[in-house]
């Protein structure tokens, strides 16, 4: 099978698992943000130690489900932090080979996956969790054709040497004016700040990609995983997702 064949495959694979999980939500949404967290964070800790880090696989994936129960319960978001890093500081002085760095990558495994990800399941229900995987399409596909089109201008050649910046600003324009075609077909309210962060995580999309590429650069690795046969890993795929959440997360707390 080619590798067309395999990536095609699995993209319908895996538009038909989301938009059943989408179109259910509550509990089944849930389940489903719980795993793909442990997923994505298996996959980073499985980068980092590529790169020689001593990072606690085990004791990370155990603080990512604490802190699933901890925004299920209500309770106050710095529980989330203080507790694991309580436990990580115990195991920086029991273990010599757990070093400041090792704690830094542990920290931002639990900032950046379940911080950036659980906030979706506060969207639930709610006309702004499709906002976000329009977003996510727009971003790609306005960036892309944009880039292809007019791009000249090499965005962060170091990192990802595709990316121009014709094609970022292509990318922010046709993602913002899809935003708000979708608020308008949906009957959400426009004012200024849907404006301004629809832009905002446009732009914090594209950045979670180049932050991920960075990651693999700098790790040595060339995928996060091959979960996804044609794709690697989810964080390959899903990358730019976890920093468009925040930001339709703060605009559904300021619509309200």
């Not at 298996?42 to 606690?56: D, V, Y």
């Not at 659980?118 to 969790?129: A, W």
């Not at 880039?147 to 965005?155: E, R, S, T």
Request: net charge positive.
């Amino acid at each position: 099978m080619s590798n067309l064949s395999k990536r095609t495959i699995t993209a319908l694979v895996l538009i038909a698992l989301l938009v059943t999980i989408l179109y259910f939500g509550g509990r089944m949404l849930q389940i489903a943000v719980l795993l793909f967290s442990l997923e994505l964070s298996r996959e980073l800790i499985a980068a980092f130690k590529h790169k020689g880090n001593h990072i606690p696989e085990h004791y990370i994936l155990l603080a990512c489900a604490f802190h699933f129960v901890v925004y299920e319960f209500g309770w106050p978001w710095f529980v989330a932090f203080t507790i694991p890093l309580f436990f990580l500081i115990l195991y920086f002085l029991k273990d010599d080979q757990f070093t400041v760095e090792d704690m830094g990558i542990s920290v931002l495994i639990l900032i950046y996956v379940p911080t950036f990800l659980f906030p979706i399941m506060s969207l639930n229900k709610t006309r702004y969790l499709y906002l976000v995987f329009v977003i996510s399409i727009a971003t790609d596909t306005f960036a892309y054709l944009t880039g292809m089109a007019f791009g000249k201008h090499k965005l962060c050649p170091s990192i990802s040497p595709n990316k121009t910046i014709e094609g970022a600003l292509g990318g922010i324009i046709g993602t913002l004016i899809c935003g708000l075609i979708y608020c308008l077909i949906f009957h959400i309210e426009i004012y200024f700040v849907h404006g301004l962060f629809i832009g905002l995580a446009s732009v914090t999309a594209q950045l979670g990609d180049l932050f991920a590429s960075k990651i693999k650069r700098t790790t040595g690795i060339k995928d996060f995983g091959n979960f996804l046969p044609g794709h690697g890993g989810f964080m390959d795929r899903f990358d730019s997702m976890l920093l468009i959440i925040p930001m339709v997360y703060i605009l559904f707390r300021f619509a309200l």
